[in-house]
């Protein structure tokens, strides 16, 4: 009788007492195999890239402050992995920027091994899937109480607002300017002047934030 092949996994983690706790709990498991580690943002993407696993199981806090991106990089870089964010944060804003990056699933650190195997047998069977603690206040924040909230970032002018949007969904300074027939020098203006009012430092950040805010859809 022809054996399923077992579904392959990459943990990343910046604690290796995680990682080494998690690869037990698949072995014991069966049918899950560990078959690459990584505890930085660069070895996340060197490992997913070099192994193509079925599933990557990762640490919001092993990956950084650029964490959404780099799962969104994975994600598109990678599609054919499925990426169970494997946290301690309970952060609702967390939750939803891995979701919007990416993510297939979020557990939380205090799942217990059951959780995880199916955690990551759902993943890999291209499943969604929350942790307990998060699904009983998933459905509020995937459809907010009503469509008239007032927009998230008051200190922006109409504009700036039009400019952030593009941002988050990925535009370049060059691309905005095109679609508004405006001189990618004042684009560059209203883009600093975004960032210094959302006192963020780059564009990453400024994607980060607009993204979690729901904008760039």
Known sequence: MHRPAAVTVVLADTQPAIRHGVRSVLERAGGLTVIGEASTSSEVVAETMRCRPDVLVVDVDTIGSGNCLLVEQIARACPETGILVFSARDCDVTVMAAIRAGARGYLLKNADPDQIVRGIQAVAAGEFLIGKTIASRFGALMHPANDHSPYPFPQLTA??????????????????????????????????????????????QAIVMARDAGLGR
């Open 159 to 204: 504009k700036e607002r039009e400019v952030l949007d593009r941002i988050a969904a990925g535009r370049s300074n060059v691309a905005i300017a095109r679609e508004f027939a405006l001189a990618s020098k004042t684009i560059s203006n209203r883009v600093s002047a975004i960032f210094a009012k959302l006192g963020v430092a780059d564009r990453a």
